[in-house]
T-cell receptor, first 114, second 114 residues
Framework: GAGVSQSPRYKVAKRGQDVALRCDPISGHVSLFWYQQALGQGPEFLTYFQNEAQLDKSGLPSDRFFAERPEGSVSTLKIQRTQQEDSAVYLC????????????FGSGTRLTVV | AQSVTQLGSHVSVSEGALVLLRCNYSSSVPPYLFWYVQYPNQGLQLLLKYTSAATLVKGINGFEAEFKKSETSFHLTKPSAHMSDAAEYFCAVSDGTNAGKSTFGDGTTLTVKP
């Protein structure tokens, strides 16, 4: 596609519910990142994929967070047993090359846990 | 470890006036530096990036930034503000590993008055 597509745009989850957030990067983009952006703050790194390999997951805040990119294109960020502190905008970004610093972001998924 | 400090969470200028958004960084290795713009309910858009070439970097929409190693700064400027420049701006730093995993500042909201 022309840009990075994320779905859903908005998600309201009850505390304890599992959620899955989808990212469809630009076709052919090798690198894919997930960031979490809390209200009034800058994005914070969650995890990074190079094709299907998850090379860095140091930013995942707990073992309730899990990300995958099984075929090296679409990625899913899953949050189990959601908590109120998980409420944030989850941003996906991709870039063409591993050394192509500066990436294209999607519009994000705004997750609200009630 | 890397960090970014954006001085001034809110900046207000008149249309046609100079825009100056301040960013100072900390990095133990030569950094890569970025400015992104975020419009409401949208993802981040790359304005410009410094990757150890020319210290004065020109970006989109008339913005530019100068890398000053001695001051550990990467301030963003635009000679003449336009109403459409009103948005939130984020400075980010990367150490060049993991295809540009970045640390972001908390953002500066730019307001442009008619």
């Amino acid at each position: 596609g022309a840009g990075v597509s994320q779905s859903p745009r908005y998600k309201v989850a009850k505390r304890g519910q599992d959620v899955a957030l989808r990212c469809d990067p630009i076709s052919g983009h090798v690198s894919l990142f997930w960031y979490q952006q809390a209200l009034g703050q800058g994005p914070e790194f969650l995890t990074y994929f190079q094709n299907e390999a998850q090379l860095d997951k140091s930013g995942l805040p707990s073992d309730r967070f899990f990300a995958e990119r099984p075929e090296g294109s679409v990625s899913t960020l899953k949050i189990q047993r959601t908590q109120q502190e998980d409420s944030a905008v989850y941003l996906c970004a991709s870039s063409l090359e591993t050394g192509d610093y500066g990436y294209t972001f999607g519009s994000g998924t705004r997750l609200t846990v009630v | 470890a890397q960090s970014v400090t954006q001085l001034g969470s809110h900046v207000s200028v008149s249309e046609g006036a100079l825009v100056l958004l301040r960013c100072n960084y900390s990095s133990s290795v030569p950094p890569y530096l970025f400015w992104y713009v975020q419009y409401p309910n949208q993802g981040l858009q790359l304005l410009l990036k410094y990757t150890s070439a020319a210290t004065l970097v020109k970006g989109i929409n008339g913005f530019e930034a100068e890398f000053k190693k001695s001051e550990t700064s990467f301030h963003l400027t635009k000679p003449s503000a336009h109403m459409s420049d009103a948005a939130e701006y984020f400075c980010a730093v990367s150490d060049g590993t993991n295809a540009g995993k970045s640390t972001f500042g908390d953002g500066t909201t730019l307001t442009v008055k008619p």
